[in-house]
């Protein structure tokens, strides 16, 4: 018995295909969205792209700060790569169809790009800790191990919880009309779909979401707590602007970052349609994706050097060869 074929009741019957409803209401307005969609996927992903290749070729960039940016950046692009492509071509066809597995490794992907971004931006307020609060000893602490060990835990922790959570979702029977009311495949309407107890499974999701979002919430809390108390003390003003200068990039981050997220799944679901929950959803997606190229490369002196400096290059050895 295939999974399409399985009943759950009178009239519940599964497909191995869902219907993501998206933007379908916006009619004649979503070429112009994909047009738009079109354009912030591609600067997104060239943007975080462009931030990796910089500081692999850039020696001075080598530091365990640059490092843990290489991975955020890897993060940025695989969630928004796990879920811009199909949206834009939904907006162009009428069958807005996804199937089973690939819903499944969407909710997966996602959730594991989301974990591991908490965990990952704790590791780097932790780093920032380090470089503020215990400067002559910087170099020791934030050790090359060091670094790759809080990035492994923090895609270790992703993948893990992830696939716990994907693997006990898609276990359930989903019952009923396989239209889910979003743009994606997405871990809160997927559970509305399901029709079985989940009240255990939601206990133990509480418990992971307290232990592994809220956990890395307040390490990071914690260390800018401990960051600001440092500035505050420095004696001179000049010092407390270059000392905050260091973290500002990853604290405008953090706050995207967490304040987009708040207000995506706290926001009361009652007081406005599902069209313009999506619509939320969807800005806060963009928000994030084009604000962190822009906030690591515009606002980062490091970095900007660094772009400057391999431009250089590369019209020195344009000309050179011709």
């Known amino acids: 018995m295939t999974y399409s074929e399985k ?142 060990l809080l990035t492994g835990v923090s895609w270790f ?20 009309s396989n239209h889910i009311h979003h743009f994606f495949c997405d871990l809160p309407p997927m559970m509305k779909m399901v029709c079985a107890d989940t009240s255990k499974n939601e206990t133990m999701l509480l418990t992971v979401s307290v232990l592994f979002i809220l956990g890395p919430v307040l390490l990071t809390l914690l260390s800018y707590i401990c960051i600001i108390s440092t500035i505050l003390k420095l004696p001179s003003a000049e010092g407390r602007r270059k000392a905050f200068s260091t973290c500002s990039s990853h604290l405008m981050v953090v706050t995207l970052f967490y304040g987009t997220g708040l207000f995506t799944y706290l926001v009361p679901k009652s007081s406005s349609i599902p069209e313009s929950n999506q619509l939320i959803y969807l800005m806060n997606i963009i928000l994030i994706q084009v604000s962190n190229p822009l906030i690591y490369t515009l606002r980062n002196k490091e970095v900007k050097s660094a772009l400057r400096k391999t431009a250089e290059k590369r019209i020195l050895a344009h000309n050179w060869i011709n």
């Open 157 to 176: 922790i992703g993948f893990s919880m992830a696939i716990a959570q994907t693997t006990w979702l898609f276990s359930l029977p989903f019952c009923g």
């Open 7 to 148: 009943q759950y009741g009178e009239n519940k019957t599964i497909s191995d295909l869902f219907v993501l409803v998206g933007f379908s209401h916006l009619n004649e307005l979503q070429i112009l969205l994909f047009l738009l969609l079109l354009a912030i996927y591609l600067y997104a992903f060239m943007g975080n792209l462009l931030i990796i290749l910089l500081i692999k070729l850039n020696p001075t960039l080598h530091t365990p700060m640059y490092f843990f940016l290489v991975h955020l950046s890897i993060l940025e692009i695989c969630y928004i790569t796990s879920i811009f492509p199909q949206l834009l071509v939904h907006l162009l066809v009428k069958e807005k169809t996804i199937s089973f597995v690939g819903c499944m490794a969407q909710v997966d992907v996602t959730t594991v790009m989301g974990l591991s971004e908490c965990c990952l931006l704790a590791a780097m307020a932790y780093d920032r800790y380090v470089a503020i609060c215990h400067p002559l000893h910087y170099t020791t602490i934030m050790s090359a191990r060091v670094c790759a």
